[in-house]
């Protein structure tokens, strides 16, 4: 992602790197959203207007920028296998990259882990968002 583009990319892979998904949100472009699944066809699809500022409110949080990592501590437990979430995110002005195993694992918990908590509540709406706009509920399920 570049510097003006608003917008996120959301890659989900196994534990050995083998994609699972991906996401792709482009608030300038026609065809807003691009998904699929690893070996499927990719999609497109173009966000309603309220759909398209609720994405650009969601990016704004201050919170999501200004941290190397998600907070460990937060994590509720430690597994060996399962998912890797590689998010990168941006506002028009300041991108994040994010990179967290299991990430459904993590509390949120604003006060202890504010980093932690406003990716996975960033994460939860924009699932809301997109499986109201047509991306399929089965594609999303692990996000968060």
């Known amino acids: 992602m570049e510097t003006g ?9 196994d ?18 959203v691009h998904y699929w699944k690893a070996g499927g066809k990719r999609k497109k699809l173009t966000l309603p207007p309220d759909a398209v500022e609720k994405v650009r409110d969601l990016l704004q949080d201050p919170a999501l920028y200004g941290f190397k990592e998600l907070e460990q501590e937060a994590a509720c437990f430690e597994i060996l296998d399962g998912t890797i979430s590689d998010v990168t995110y941006t506002d028009g002005k300041q991108v994040q990259e994010v990179y967290a195993g299991n990430l459904w694992a993590y509390q949120v918990d604003p006060g202890k882990w504010p980093h932690t908590a406003a990716v996975k509540t960033m994460l939860q709406s924009l699932r809301e968002i997109l499986e109201k706009a047509g991306v399929p509920a089965e594609l999303l399920s692990s996000w968060v």
Do not use: D, M
């Not at 583009?5 to 892979?13: A, F, N, P, T």
């Open 15 to 32: 534990a050995w790197g083998g994609r699972i998904c991906t996401v792709k949100i482009n608030l300038s472009a026609k065809n807003q």
């Open 5 to 13: 583009e608003i917008g996120i990319r959301y890659k989900l892979v």
